[in-house]
Structures are given as structure tokens and as C-alpha cells.
């Protein structure tokens, strides 16, 4: 009886996802394995990798010590965890660091207070419209802000292919570029690559630390390189995030203690103008009485 052969496959290079192994050409497209993911997760590098995998990746480089992390790199340690996927990319609803859990959203950004490990996370919440806003570097002269929505537009629509339709705006007030991509999961198609994956890549690229392979990001406006000192992602679910007192800032703590003690000095004015009032109002009744006794008398 005749063995039967393996099909061989030829190798190839995933241009938009550099956390990968094992590359492999499949009726002409790049299929890898994610990094971290033991093989289980297959990547189409025709397309964006899904945050919820890249993050993964990024967490077994850190651990392994592989990863060359970039001079202007920061680490945020409520942002990059080693997060639970589901078998299509998209986070679990529930993530857990050892008997800490919380709930995120789609972009796999926190929205409760974290927990022991018996929270319960009913849904993986979408994300429908994420801002990123960026702070270029000081200029003698604004950019051409034309110029500035044409790149970026283009960009975005280009290198991490997302519809046009989904880039709800692009504003500069110089020196702050804010770009708004609006995806409800109604408009959104099979074929749609996700906000949130787009929005992952785009501040990669931004902080110099581009998920493409051998493909860095030149931000450049009528010819002229810009450079940013602050680029910040904020996210915005189709439910609101359950965020008790005790986990928000202390600045957004200060200023609601500041109000209170405004709301309850008025209070405590108009309670005390209204008794003097009332007093006034008293005295002037029991002189009339008196007046009214003595032409009685």
C-alpha cells in the first residue's frame, strides 16, 4: 500500500502582522500561526490581525524577553494584559489576571471594576465609536488642514483597509489632530475589518512600533514629516461602561467633590435667605396687629 505524501506548502511573509510563525501559502494566500496562541489561531495576512491576538503576541514576546521595545516606548498597566480570545480573535468577555477579573468590550479596554473570579460578564459589549487624538510636535506655521484630512483619510482607508464609510470625521485645532471612527455592529459586514483593530494598529504605527512587516508609518503633510508628542484612544461602548466611585481618578473625584460643596453652599444661602425672609415677614405681621390694637383702643 502506497504512503500518502503531506502537501507541502510554500513559504511566505505576513506583510501585516510581524507576531507570527509558522507562514504558509494556501491558494495564494499568506495563512501563520498567531504568536502565543500554540497554533490554534490561524492569521490571514491579507487582512488586520484582531487586537485581542496581537495583544497576546505582544504579552509572549514581553514574557519571553524577544521583544525589542522602541526608545519612546511606555508601558500602560491597565491597557496590555495577556488576554483570552475566543477561537475567531475577539476577546472573551471575561478576562482575568490570576483571581482578578473584569469585563471589557469589544476592544478589549476594561469597563467594570475588577473583581474576584466569580464575576459573571453576560456580554462581550461592542464598541461603536473610538477617538484618537494626537499632539503633534510645535510648529512655526499649522498644517495645511486639507492636506492633513486627505493623508489621513487615505491612510487609513489604505493601509489598515477600512471602509471609508466608517471615519465618521477628521478635525484639527492646531496643535491636537482628533480622527472619529464610528462602526455599529449593524453596518458592520463580515468582510469589515474592525474599528478597534484599526484603531490597535494606527497607535502602534504612531509610537513607532508598526505590527507590519518591514512597513513603518510616515506621517508626512505636503512633503514635511510630523512628528507627535501625545497620541491618546478613547473608546465609546453601545452601553455604558459600570464604573463604581472608588475606581475613577482623583482628579474626576475632586472636581465632583468640588460641585457637591457648590450644589450644598447654595443650598444652605437660599435656606438661610428664605428664614430671614420668613422673619421679616413675621415682624411685620405682629407690628401691624399692634397698630390695629392701639386704634381699638
Not at 505524501?5 to 507570527?20: D, G, H, L, W, Y
Not at 476594561?110 to 473583581?115: A, C, F, G, V
Not at 459573571?120 to 503633534?136: A, G, N, Y
Not at 465618521?168 to 468582510?191: A, F, H, M, R, W
Request: glycine share 6%; hydrophobic share 35%; charged share 30%.
Amino acid at each position: 500500500m502506497r504512503a500518502h505524501s503531506r502537501p507541502s506548502f510554500s513559504e511566505c511573509i505576513c506583510k501585516t502582522n510581524k507576531r507570527v510563525t509558522n507562514c504558509r501559502l494556501l491558494e495564494g494566500v499568506c495563512w501563520c500561526d498567531s504568536v502565543g496562541s500554540g497554533g490554534s489561531a490561524n492569521v490571514n495576512c491579507d487582512t488586520l490581525t484582531s487586537k485581542c491576538l496581537l495583544m497576546k503576541a505582544e504579552m509572549t514576546g514581553s514574557k519571553s524577553g524577544r521583544r525589542e521595545k522602541p526608545k519612546d516606548a511606555f508601558e500602560d498597566t491597565d491597557g496590555l494584559y495577556d488576554p483570552e480570545c475566543e477561537s475567531t480573535g475577539v476577546f472573551k468577555a471575561k478576562q482575568c489576571n490570576g483571581s482578578t477579573c473584569w469585563c471589557v468590550n469589544t476592544a478589549g479596554v476594561r469597563r467594570t471594576d475588577k473583581h474576584d473570579a466569580d464575576l459573571k460578564c453576560s456580554q462581550l459589549v461592542r464598541t461603536t465609536w473610538i477617538i484618537i487624538e494626537m499632539k503633534h510636535a510645535e510648529r512655526n506655521t499649522p498644517l495645511n488642514t486639507e492636506s492633513l484630512k486627505k493623508f489621513f483619510k487615505e491612510t487609513i482607508t489604505n493601509r489598515y483597509m477600512l471602509d471609508g464609510r466608517y471615519i465618521s470625521s477628521v478635525l484639527y485645532e492646531e496643535p491636537y489632530i482628533t480622527i472619529d471612527l464610528k462602526q455599529n455592529s449593524s453596518e458592520k459586514s463580515s468582510g469589515d475589518v474592525d474599528i478597534a483593530d484599526v484603531a490597535y494598529y494606527f497607535e502602534k504605527d504612531v509610537k513607532g512600533d508598526s505590527i507590519f512587516h518591514n512597513n513603518r508609518l510616515n506621517v508626512s503633510i505636503d512633503n514635511e514629516i510630523l512628528h507627535f508628542e501625545k497620541t491618546v484612544v478613547y473608546y465609546v461602548d453601545e452601553i455604558a461602561p459600570e464604573f463604581s466611585m472608588k475606581s475613577l481618578t482623583p482628579g474626576l473625584i475632586a472636581v465632583i467633590v468640588v460641585v457637591i460643596v457648590a450644589i450644598v453652599a447654595a443650598i444652605v444661602v437660599l435656606v438661610f435667605t428664605r428664614r430671614r425672609k420668613g422673619k421679616y415677614v413675621k415682624a411685620e405681621v405682629k407690628e401691624m396687629n399692634e397698630m390695629h390694637r392701639g386704634l381699638n383702643a
